[in-house]
């Protein structure tokens, strides 16, 4: 409010919803292609071995491994890129249960592994499992979401892949060119340049990019309590 109130522009920059191979889910769901959705799976794994986050590992004062800045552990960082999706392709969540743990020490004081359950008011329910370990993993599928029709796949690692399966396509149709999770900073950073310059309105407000800390907290919450909990009456 004090931001419009002086003329200024106040964006959370989330760059998910920038993600090419997010915005072709959106696509092919909006097509009807798939059918009606009734589930789906976000699988967000990094490893220090062999990817972009090693590199970040050998400097302990990055953010992500300062808790008085980074507020959690895998729920507070690169999980909230994979619950914005959701959320895009689902509608807004309703309640959620989880339960995390830290089999790898790597963000100090904070877990490392989060699996949850949740619940959209559309009545749709995903499933969500994040991880940071220290060891290797096979590259497995970043997204899936499954349709009365078909499914679709995002391939795992930051590379970028869509392949869309349905009875025309058993072995699954690719839904090229790849572009990637990193292909997602440009259109995120002009989308901010035309709000400032342009006066155009961000395509989320504070509010709504306020439900992916939400989401982490209700999780946070469902672990102690052991129950179902609502997202936003907290």
């Not at 020490?105 to 220290?134: C, K, W, Y």
Request: hydrophobic fraction near 40%; charged fraction near 20%.
């Amino acid at each position: 409010k004090q931001c419009r109130k002086n003329g200024q522009v106040f964006m959370v920059a989330e760059n998910a919803q920038f993600w090419p191979e997010v915005v072709k889910v959106k696509q092919v769901i909006d097509s009807g292609r798939i059918g009606k959705v009734y589930l789906a799976k976000a699988n967000y794994w990094e490893t220090t071995v062999g990817t972009p986050f090693v590199k970040r590992t050998d400097d302990m004062e990055h953010w992500e491994f300062r808790p008085e800045r980074v507020g959690g552990g895998v729920l507070m960082s690169g999980s909230c890129h994979w619950i914005r999706p959701l959320r895009y392709w689902l509608g807004e969540v309703d309640e959620v249960i989880g339960v995390t743990s830290t089999p790898f020490h790597i963000q100090p004081g904070f877990e490392t592994l989060s699996n949850a359950m949740l619940r959209f008011h559309s009545g749709v329910t995903a499933t969500f499992q994040g991880m940071v370990v220290d060891n290797a993993l096979s590259n497995s599928p970043f997204f899936q979401v499954f349709g009365s029709k078909g499914e679709i796949v995002v391939g795992g690692g930051f590379e970028g892949s869509v392949t869309v399966y349905d009875k025309d396509n058993l072995q699954g149709e690719s839904l090229g060119p790849a572009e990637g999770y990193f292909a997602s900073f440009p259109p995120t950073i002009n989308h901010f340049v035309r709000a400032v310059l342009d006066k155009q309105p961000v395509d989320a407000d504070t509010l709504y990019c306020s439900g992916e800390p939400r989401i982490a907290w209700a999780i946070y919450r469902s672990v102690k309590s052991k129950k179902w909990e609502k997202v936003w009456e907290e």
